[in-house]
């Protein structure tokens, strides 16, 4: 079984159009923190497929996307995020992807 690791994917898309379409597609790989920040646990071939499809809806030239590694998702990336104020909760284990 591949590895899953626990990533924090931030866009900044500046089209609504574009926002709205880069909002659904990473709602397949992930869960939302925040409207435009995911947390997904995903494997080397799921990151591939994330990062493919987003490209395909991003115009490259001015919309922005992070992928932040928190490391193993059973390991220390399960525990590397923190919250102030109001807490969403955190999926304990793999994505649901469409």
Same mark, same amino acid.
């Given at each position: 079984?591949?590895?899953? =690791?626990?990533?924090?994917?931030?866009?900044?898309i500046?089209?609504?159009?574009?926002?709205?379409?880069?909002?659904k597609t990473?709602?397949?790989?992930? %869960?939302?923190?925040?409207? =435009?920040v995911?947390?997904?646990?995903?494997?080397?071939?799921?990151?591939?497929?994330?990062?493919?499809?987003?490209?395909?809806?991003? %115009?490259?030239?001015? %919309?922005?996307?992070?992928?932040?590694?928190?490391?193993?998702?059973?390991?220390?990336?399960?525990?590397?995020?923190?919250?102030?104020?109001?807490?969403?909760?955190l999926? %304990?284990?793999?994505?649901?992807?469409?």
């Open positions: 079984m591949a590895e899953r =690791s626990r990533l924090v994917v931030a866009y900044d500046r089209h609504p159009g574009r926002l709205r379409r880069v909002h990473t709602s397949g790989f992930g %869960d939302p923190l925040q409207y =435009s995911f947390v997904c646990d995903l494997t080397a071939v799921e990151l591939v497929s994330l990062k493919t499809a987003l490209k395909l809806k991003m %115009d490259l030239r001015v %919309d922005s996307v992070a992928i932040l590694d928190l490391g193993p998702a059973r390991g220390r990336g399960k525990h590397s995020v923190e919250f102030l104020g109001a807490r969403r909760p999926p %304990d284990q793999g994505p649901t992807i469409w």
